[in-house]
Every structure is written in structure tokens, then in C-alpha cells.
């Protein structure tokens, strides 16, 4: 049971970083989206991983014991530390981009949430009940925006090209899985998300049909984020999250 739980915690913390981080990247376009009802709905994503991610960081602290806090699992580990995904911490060439990574995200978390509503552990399975609404409607939003995108302009319909080329050699690693996990999947606790790979890709797949874009063969893969070894970018990401924490430490509002 220690084992598991164990396990438990670093998957929980792992699924939180892919969250916190995407959810910063998000947060970034506040006061800069091209147009007013973005600059809405963007922060407001951005809110909901965030908010997922606290979730999932306060249950893996308190399967700890109390060791750490939210905070402590958020903002005061060092890069090595985290297990996001590379995808996630990829920066925000234009608004292609960053609509494409989102989606590619959502697509992925919707299956993984709808299976985990069955978790053998009702605490993660609660979770999953709130999340898998809110990823829907990311799902939604992001995709209409690929398909305008892409079937748009000369010039969206490249930059959204563009976008695939660059992000789709990172959608690989959401379907890895620590061999460490494995013990979790056998209980039921989370799903096997090589499983949930079909279902990603049946969403991938029908938007880029309407967009008008291709998924492309990717022959060398990019990895590495989920065994804590991440991109220069990542990095200054990092110092900009946790300046407050590592400029105030133990501030509180």
C-alpha cells in the first residue's frame, strides 16, 4: 500500500505539472489575445488547468503526509524536478501555435479524465468529474479555432502549417508512461493512456480533416520532459513562476 501510494503521489504531481505549466503558457496571451473574447477565454482556460493542477498537487500532499504543501509542489522544486510534458512548455510563436498546443493537450486529457471518473480512488475520481467538463469546452474552442485556421487566410492556413511541424514531433510523450505507474493502472487507479492514444487521434484526425491539414510522419519523436530534462525555454519559464515564492519565500496574501 505504501508502494502504491507512493506512486500514487508522483503520478498526481506529474499530471499537475503538465497542467500548471500549459496553464502559465496560457496566461501569457492575458491582454494580448488578437481579439476581446479572447482575451477572455484564454485566461480562463488558462484558470482551469490551474485550478486542476492545485487540485492534484493538495492530494498529492496530503498522501504525503504533510511533507509539502500545494505551494511547496508548485513553486519550489527545481527544474529536474518537474514531469510535465515537452509539449506543454513550448512557447508562444503565434496565436496557431498556441491554439494547436492546447488542442493537442485537451485532446488527449478528455479520455484520460472520462476513464478516470471510474478510478478505484474517489478522491482522483472527483477530480476528474469537474475536469473532464472543463476540457471539453477546450476541446471545443480550440479546435473550431484550428479548423478557421486552417481553412482560412493564405497566410493562418501557413502559420497553422507551420504550428503542426513544429508541435507534433512533442505529442508522442503524452503517451508514455513511467514504468513505476504501472502498479496504478493494474489497480485501477488511472488509465493505461497508451490506450487512450486511438481516441486522440480519432479527434486529431477529424479536425485536421476539415482544417485542411495533414498529420505528418514524425520519424524522431521528441521526449524527455516526463524524466525531468526539458528545454532552455523551460527555465525561464520556471524563474518567472516562481519569483514571487523564491523572492518572498512563505509569503502569503
Not at 511533507?67 to 509542489?73: K, S
Not at 486511438?198 to 486529431?204: A, I, L, N, P, Y
Request: charged share 25%.
Amino acid at each position: 500500500m505504501a508502494g502504491n501510494n507512493t506512486q500514487l503521489v508522483s503520478m498526481l504531481v506529474q499530471i499537475a505539472d503538465d497542467h500548471l505549466i500549459l496553464g502559465h503558457r496560457l496566461s501569457e496571451w492575458c491582454g494580448h489575445a488578437p481579439m476581446l473574447e479572447e482575451d477572455l477565454s484564454m485566461p480562463n482556460m488558462a484558470l482551469d488547468l490551474i485550478g486542476q493542477a492545485r487540485q492534484l498537487y493538495t492530494l498529492a500532499a496530503e498522501l504525503e503526509g504533510g511533507q509539502r504543501t500545494e505551494d511547496d509542489l508548485a513553486y519550489l522544486r527545481s527544474d529536474r524536478e518537474y514531469r510535465n510534458c515537452l509539449l506543454v512548455e513550448k512557447g508562444n510563436v503565434d496565436f496557431a501555435h498556441t491554439m494547436l498546443k492546447q488542442f493537442y493537450f485537451a485532446a488527449f486529457m478528455k479520455p484520460f479524465w472520462q476513464q478516470s471518473l471510474n478510478s478505484t480512488h474517489k478522491a482522483f475520481a472527483a477530480i476528474a468529474g469537474k475536469a473532464v467538463k472543463e476540457i471539453s469546452y477546450h476541446i471545443r474552442h480550440c479546435g473550431e479555432w484550428i479548423i478557421r485556421l486552417g481553412d482560412g487566410t493564405e497566410e493562418s492556413a501557413a502559420r497553422t502549417r507551420a504550428a503542426v511541424a513544429e508541435l507534433h514531433p512533442y505529442t508522442q510523450e503524452l503517451f508514455w508512461m513511467d514504468p513505476r505507474h504501472r502498479s496504478l493502472v493494474t489497480s485501477g487507479v488511472i488509465p493505461d493512456v497508451s490506450l487512450i492514444a486511438s481516441d486522440w487521434q480519432s479527434t486529431v484526425d477529424r479536425v485536421f480533416r476539415e482544417a485542411r491539414l495533414s498529420v505528418p510522419d514524425v520519424e524522431y519523436p521528441l521526449s524527455g520532459g516526463r524524466e525531468g530534462r526539458h528545454t532552455e525555454e523551460f527555465g525561464l519559464l520556471l524563474a518567472e513562476l516562481q519569483y514571487m515564492q523564491r523572492t518572498y519565500p512563505g509569503a502569503q496574501w
